[in-house]
């Protein structure tokens, strides 16, 4: 069974930088399109970032330039660095894995993820 666990999120101000941390337990880390998925009240869960084995990465286009994804499969660990933040990226953060040894993005749905994490909260404010 794989666990995504993250950590990392908090409470910054506009403009702020955060980095979001997910570890990967169980499975083929490795081999797996890994992502970053996000859900602000009353909203539906959004893409936001994915990044395939072959460190082929994908953005939505609100965070290209600011957002970067990046993983460490020596320590099963994907990462979000998130820069310039914005009071309406205000959400909880969700790790997700999706499918394994694929070329392209496919992990840009939630419908896509095979395991998500439990999230993490992230509160920007103005």
């Known amino acids: 069974q794989v666990q995504l666990v993250e950590s990392g999120g908090g409470l910054v101000q506009t403009g702020d930088s955060l980095r979001l941390s997910c570890t990967v337990s169980?499975?083929?880390?490795?081999?797996?399109?890994m992502g970053w998925f996000r859900q602000a009240p009353g909203e539906e869960r959004e893409f936001v970032a994915a990044i395939t084995w072959i460190d082929t990465t994908d953005y939505a286009e609100s965070v290209k330039r600011r957002f970067t994804i990046s993983r460490n499969d020596a320590k099963t660990t994907l990462y979000l660095q998130m820069n310039s933040l914005k009071p309406e990226e205000t959400a909880v953060y969700y790790c997700?894995?999706?499918?394994?040894?694929?070329?392209?993005?496919?992990?840009?749905?939630?419908?896509?993820?095979?395991?998500w994490g439990q999230g993490t909260q992230v509160t920007v404010s103005s």
């Open positions: 997700a894995a999706g499918p394994q040894s694929a070329a392209l993005v496919e992990l840009t749905t939630p419908r896509e993820v095979n395991y």
């Open positions: 169980g499975g083929t880390f490795d081999r797996r399109t």
